[in-house]
Structures are given as C-alpha cells and as structure tokens.
Nanobody, 122 residues
Framework: QVRLVESGGGLVQAGDSLKLSCAAS????????VGWFRQAPGKEREFVAR????????YYADSVKGRFTISRDNAKNTVYLQMNSLKPEDTAVYYC???????????????WGQGTQVTVSS
C-alpha cells in the first residue's frame, strides 16, 4: 500500500511562488511515475505535470509550462512542484498521484494524496 501526503499549499498573491511537496510511505516512488493534478471548484481534475522514476523525463501541461517545475528526491521519497509566477487561475486543490504509465490521464494513476489547497489572489 502507498500513502501520499501533499504539503506546502497556501494563500499567495499573483506573481508569488510556492513549492509543494509530496511525500510517500509504504511502497516507494522508485520505478513509478509521479504526477501532479489540480482541481478547481466546479471543474474536472486536470493534469499539471509528471516525472519518471529516474527524474530524466518530465512533462507539463501547456498552462504551466515555463512557470512550474517538477522534481524528485528518491532518497527522501518526495516529489516537488515548484510554482512560480502564480496566477489567480492556478487556484485549485493540488493532488499528487503515483502510477506506472506516462499518461496524463488521471485514470492511469493508482494512488492519490488528499490534496493541498493553493489560492492565488489578484
């Protein structure tokens, strides 16, 4: 069993930065893909970014490309999402998830954290 716990969310102003963390316990991240998703009120959960187990391959949604950076520290079983130049439209609950596919579909991820709220004021 895998347990994922997100942290680092908060209330910031437009243009600020936040760094989210996703810590895993149980079966570790090694050899799995980890993704970040987000869900705004009244909207479907959407893909944000993902990283392979080695960290050699990353992929981003167009909406965050150039502003967000995903990274991982396998020794700490933690994946990070550095978010810069935040915009009000980035406001959402952010979830990390673990899977075995490079897909951006949330259906390809088996384990999910409880989410952390990010609110960006204008």
């Amino acid at each position: 069993q895998v347990r994922l716990v997100e942290s680092g969310g908060g209330l910031v102003q437009a243009g600020d930065s936040l760094k989210l963390s996703c810590a895993a316990s149980g079966r570790t991240f090694n050899n799995y893909v980890v993704g970040w998703f987000r869900q705004a009120p009244g909207k479907e959960r959407e893909f944000v970014a993902r990283i392979t187990w080695s960290g050699s391959s990353t992929y981003y949604a167009d909406s965050v490309k150039g502003r967000f950076t995903i990274s991982r520290d396998n020794a700490k079983n933690t994946v990070y999402l550095q978010m810069n130049s935040l915009k009000p439209e980035d406001t959402a609950v952010y979830y990390c998830a673990q899977g075995i596919s490079l897909s951006t579909s949330r259906r390809s991820y088996d384990y999910w954290g409880q989410g952390t709220q990010v609110t960006v004021s204008s």
